[in-house]
Every structure is written in C-alpha cells, then in structure tokens.
Nanobody, 122 residues
Framework: QVPLVESGGGLVQAGDSLRLSCAAS????????MGWFRQAPGKEREFVAA????????HYADFVKGRFTISRDNAKKTVYLQMNSLRPGDTAVYYC???????????????WGQGTQVTVSS
C-alpha cells in the first residue's frame, strides 16, 4: 500500500492560482510515477498530468498545457500540481495516483488518494 494524501484545494476565482500537494507515506515514493486526475460532478474521471519517478518526463492533458505544472520532490515524498489561470471548467475533485509509469490511463495506477476539491468561481 502507498497512502496518498492530497491537500491545497479550495475555492478561488477565475484567473487565480492554486498549488495542490500529494504526500506519500512510503519509503519507496521515488520508485513510482505519479499522476493527477480530476472528476467533475456528473463527468468521468479525466487525466490531468503525470510525471516519471525522477521528474524528467512529464505529460499533460491538452486542456491544461501552459497553465498547470506537475513537479515532485522525492526527498519530501510529495508531488505538486501548480495550477494557474484557473477557469470555472477546472472545478473538480483532484486526485493523485501512484503507479509504475507516467500514464494518462487511470487504470495504470495502483494507488489513489482521497481527493481534494477545487472550485473556481466566475
């Protein structure tokens, strides 16, 4: 098991920024690729961003390119999602996940956090 705990969500206005954090309680954090996904009410979960174990490879969904940045600090066992220029359409519960590869497919991840709510008002 890899316990993951997200934090940093909240209510912001359009154009604001937020930084989400996902802390892992495992010594083997550096072995995992990490991903961020989100799920809005009534919609399916969708991929947001992913990063490989070292942090040198990142992938983004087209709708966040140029606005969101994924990063990680293996010493702190934490992955981050910096979200800028937020839009009402970004409103969702954001989840982090750990797996062997930085995939855009949620099924490729083995462990998930409980999620953190992000609400963007217009």
């Amino acid at each position: 098991q890899v316990p993951l705990v997200e934090s940093g969500g909240g209510l912001v206005q359009a154009g604001d920024s937020l930084r989400l954090s996902c802390a892992a309680s495992t010594r083997t954090f550096a072995n995992f690729a990490m991903g961020w996904f989100r799920q809005a009410p009534g919609k399916e979960r969708e991929f947001v961003a992913a990063i490989n174990w070292r942090g040198g490879i990142t992938h983004y969904a087209d709708f966040v390119k140029g606005r969101f940045t994924i990063s990680r600090d293996n010493a702190k066992k934490t992955v981050y999602l910096q979200m800028n220029s937020l839009r009402p359409g970004d409103t969702a519960v954001y989840y982090c996940a750990a797996g062997p590869n930085p995939s855009s497919n949620g099924g490729a991840y083995d462990f998930w956090g409980q999620g953190t709510q992000v609400t963007v008002s217009s």
